[in-house]
């Protein structure tokens, strides 16, 4: 049972006790003003609670929707392109270790730490949802280093970098639905960051090196 049905139940079972008590008090010619000025507190209490929930569930819950769909939009559309991008100039880097390339592989190391660092704030803001600590040592850590590494002409660390995000890659595709349920969105959004999560020492392994 849902909040709601709690609440109207009780907004029915006060409606209720308060009619089925005035016809107690008019049977036996009683009426108490004060017996009855609860009462009406009690009901109207109650009701004020119903029509909450359900104007929340009218507005607040698909604002709430339309929050998650952004989410969900950044993460599996828009950095999901994005960290393909960047792995594509990685490995073109690699192959011929040009200046050229290795540039482009900043700019785009550049480019999605800016996405990320935008939708680390929102997600960061949204309830259900845990990053599970894969904001510091994928968003804010991970593509820094790789852009360092493509400045430095380091391809040893490209190399371990190259194969993390084909990794990742997989991560995206093997969690993504396209559902359009928001209830599933959220579970997919946090399956991500879970699973995610699990690749934080060899991650940390590349920064680090």
């Known amino acids: 049972m849902n909040a709601k049905t709690a609440y109207l139940g009780l907004f029915l079972l006060a409606v209720v006790w308060l009619i089925s008590d005035l016809i107690y008090d008019g049977l036996k010619k009683k009426h108490s003003v004060k017996r009855i000025k609860v009462l009406l507190c009690v009901v109207m209490v109650v009701g004020v609670v119903v029509v909450a929930d359900t104007i929340y569930n009218a507005v607040a819950a698909p604002i709430g929707g339309y929050r998650y769909d952004e ?29 050229s390339r290795l540039l482009d592989v900043a700019e785009a190391a550049e480019d999605i730490q800016e996405l990320c660092t935008e939708s680390v704030s929102f997600v960061s803001k949204l309830p259900n949802i845990e990053m599970l600590g894969t904001e510091t040592f994928y968003y804010e850590t991970f593509f820094p280093c790789i852009g360092e590494a493509a400045r430095d002409g380091d391809l040893e660390k490209l190399k371990g970098a190259e194969a993390e995000l084909g990794n ?15 209830a599933d969105k959220v579970d997919e959004i946090q399956q991500f960051y879970t699973k995610l999560s699990e690749y934080r020492e060899e991650l940390e392994d590349i920064i680090k090196n």
Do not use: G
Request: aromatic share 10%; proline share 2%; glycine share 0%.
């Open 71 to 99: 989410a969900y939009e950044n993460l599996f559309v828009e950095e999901r392109k994005m960290a393909s991008d960047l792995h594509d100039a990685v490995e073109l880097a690699i192959q011929e270790p040009d200046d």
């Open 168 to 182: 990742i890659l997989n991560l995206y595709e093997e969690v993504y639905t396209d559902t359009k349920k928001t």
